[in-house]
T-cell receptor, first 114, second 115 residues
Framework: AQSVTQLDSQVPVFEEAPVELRCNYSSSVSVYLFWYVQYPNQGLQLLLKYLSGSTLVKGINGFEAEFNKSQTSFHLRKPSVHISDTAEYFCAVWGETSGSRLTFGEGTQLTVNP | GAVVSQHPSRVICKSGTSVKIECRSLDFQATTMFWYRQFPKKSLMLMATSNEGSKATYEQGVEKDKFLINHASLTLSTLTVTSAHPEDSSFYIC???????????FGPGTRLTVT
């Protein structure tokens, strides 16, 4: 079965600073990778996804992520964060052994301070 | 983009009663819908997968007689929590897809509180 590890449960940063949220997954021949954002008391919104092709994926709200197959990582980055980016971020993976399940990481709480 | 709605957004019910949560795909036909449960400060836990017109597939440890799922059409799935107890209090999120795993759209969630 697939597994996803989000290495940081909480990431505090100051406004306009760069941020990286780390995600590692268990190896699989082929995977689809996703980053979702969840604001308090809301559902999940897709930030970006990697299905195939270019390993650098650009998403909404200025976020991007890089698929690194050799390191089985899919870290999320933003060069300059805003207060409004404060939220919970989930990395998710689907692999060919996953069936009809997305496997979610435990989440990273990003807090942007003024 | 595709929109998934849930109703109600919040519900409070007394212990022993049943409560129904609806999940609708508003602008697309969803071949598959998923039901998740999320505890405070925790990740999403998949409860069941439902396909239109067939019985839901429940994850291990999820009581199918307690969490009844009906997927009556390509745009509607319902989750009924039967004989609810305080430990069923949680945030329930549905998602819908017509092209899993390439895309999955999440509803806004339903906060259930059982008193």
């Amino acid at each position: 079965a697939q597994s996803v590890t989000q290495l940081d449960s909480q990431v505090p940063v100051f406004e306009e600073a760069p941020v990286e949220l780390r995600c590692n997954y268990s190896s699989s021949v082929s995977v689809y990778l996703f980053w979702y954002v969840q604001y308090p008391n809301q559902g999940l919104q897709l930030l970006l996804k990697y299905l195939s092709g270019s390993t650098l994926v650009k998403g909404i709200n200025g976020f991007e992520a890089e698929f690194n197959k050799s390191q089985t990582s899919f870290h999320l980055r933003k060069p300059s964060v805003h207060i409004s980016d404060t939220a919970e971020y989930f990395c998710a993976v689907w692999g060919e052994t996953s069936g009809s399940r997305l496997t979610f990481g435990e989440g990273t709480q990003l807090t942007v301070n003024p | 983009g595709a929109v998934v709605s849930q109703h109600p957004s919040r519900v409070i019910c007394k212990s022993g009663t049943s409560v129904k949560i609806e999940c609708r795909s508003l602008d697309f036909q969803a071949t598959t819908m998923f039901w998740y449960r999320q505890f405070p400060k925790k990740s999403l836990m998949l409860m069941a997968t439902s396909n239109e017109g067939s019985k839901a597939t429940y994850e291990q440890g999820v009581e199918k007689d307690k969490f009844l799922i009906n997927h009556a059409s390509l745009t509607l799935s319902t989750l009924t929590v039967t004989s609810a107890h305080p430990e069923d209090s949680s945030f329930y999120i549905c998602s819908a897809t017509k092209d899993f795993p390439r895309e999955q759209y999440f509803g806004p969630g339903t906060r259930l509180t059982v008193t």
